[in-house]
């Protein structure tokens, strides 16, 4: 695991704040020249600790505002790498995780509408491994936050 200083922690605030700032506003405000901060970043970048960079979109504005939290239970012991493989195709999947408790994973759906859910709800029901659904709907958006750096 590489070792973050308070720098390094600093940059990825900025970064974080405002991708698009230049290296040089992220030294002025870090205390280091233009090149150092791209070494920096270059290192954070190589190591994993910075994934890339992207722009922030809602996807409410993009037409995409419906969302739900579905439990997925699959049939006998299956392996998350099945899982994913069945669940990479369908586009109204934003993400994926396996949890403990009581079912298999836990599925994130992004929709244009509750009749859009509805239909992709149904494909995901309709994957051979998956024996049932609990889904959970999204009323409104109390607290979304990125991690700390």
């Known amino acids: 695991m590489l070792r973050v200083d308070s720098i390094d922690q600093r ?5 974080m704040a ?9 030294g002025k405000e870090v205390g280091l020249s233009a ?4 070494r920096r970043v270059d290192k954070l970048l190589d190591t994993g600790v910075l994934r890339g960079f992207t ?10 505002g419906t969302e739900a939290f579905v439990e997925v239970h699959c049939r006998g012991n299956v392996a998350p790498h099945d899982i994913q493989q069945r669940l990479e195709s369908m586009p109204e999947v934003r993400a994926a995780y ?15 509408n ?6 992709a709800l149904e494909r995901l029901r309709a994957v051979e491994i998956i024996d049932r659904t609990v889904s959970t709907v999204v009323l409104s958006r109390l607290l979304d936050r990125p991690p700390a750096p």
Do not use: C, F, M
């Open 11 to 15: 940059i990825i605030s900025r970064l």
């Open 98 to 112: 396996t949890v403990s408790g009581a079912a298999d994973a836990i599925v994130h759906l992004r929709a244009a």
């Open 35 to 38: 090149p150092a901060v791209k």
């Open 114 to 119: 509750i009749h859009h859910l509805e239909t």
């Open 18 to 26: 405002n991708a698009r700032s230049s290296y040089a506003d992220i």
């Open 55 to 64: 722009a922030v979109v809602d996807p409410e504005q993009l037409g995409w």
